[in-house]
């Protein structure tokens, strides 16, 4: 009896102490300040890649908006937000990743494997904590294979995939600090 009246009386005193503390934290693992960090703001980005679909840089621009709505309780401003994202697409690009052999010694071997690679450059300013403004690029890939199916039949899904795991690295590098 006496154990569990000490282990209550901590945990009472341990939730009061985590009252006072300005930063909040959440289950997305972020760490903002929502007495100073209210609000934010995205730039449409854009494609300086020379690649990709028409409306990929629409798409990501709308993703990572989406993402930090979803993921904390900032409120999404036309500009200057309390923390601010702009920036491109500078890298869309296939490479062969495997060759396989054709099996005829006149025709050349084939790509087994390509790789869909997509950078994104990012300027983040946090207007509350300038040190942790950044500008940084952003690069992930997605590999598919070219004997089953071509590059448009899969380009908007590995795109959107990519995009997922950039705005995450996004999302952990600027609100995250991990």
Do not use: H
Not at 27 to 33: A, D, P, R
Not at 84 to 107: C, E, H, K, M
Not at 161 to 166: G, P
């Amino acid at each position: 009896m006496k154990l569990s009246r000490r282990f209550f009386s901590f945990i009472i005193v341990a939730l009061l102490g985590l009252q006072g503390c300005a930063v909040k934290y959440s289950f997305t693992g972020t760490n903002i300040n929502y007495e100073f960090v209210k609000t934010f703001s995205v730039e449409n980005f854009f494609n300086d890649s020379g690649g990709g679909p028409a409306n990929m840089e629409q798409r990501f621009t709308e993703a990572i908006k989406e993402y930090y709505q979803r993921n904390t309780q900032l409120e999404l401003v036309r500009n200057n937000g309390d923390l601010q994202f702009s920036g491109a697409i500078s890298r869309y690009s296939l490479t062969p990743q495997a060759a396989v052999s054709s099996g005829d010694p006149n025709l050349p071997d084939r790509a087994g494997q390509m790789r869909l690679t997509i950078t994104v450059n990012v300027e983040y300013i946090n207007l509350s904590n300038e040190e942790e403004s950044k500008n940084q690029p952003f690069t992930f890939f997605k590999d598919y294979d070219p004997r089953n199916v071509t590059l448009l039949d899969v380009e908007n899904q590995l795109v959107e995939e990519i995009f997922e795991v950039i705005i995450q690295d996004i999302f952990t590098a600027t609100v995250a600090n991990w």
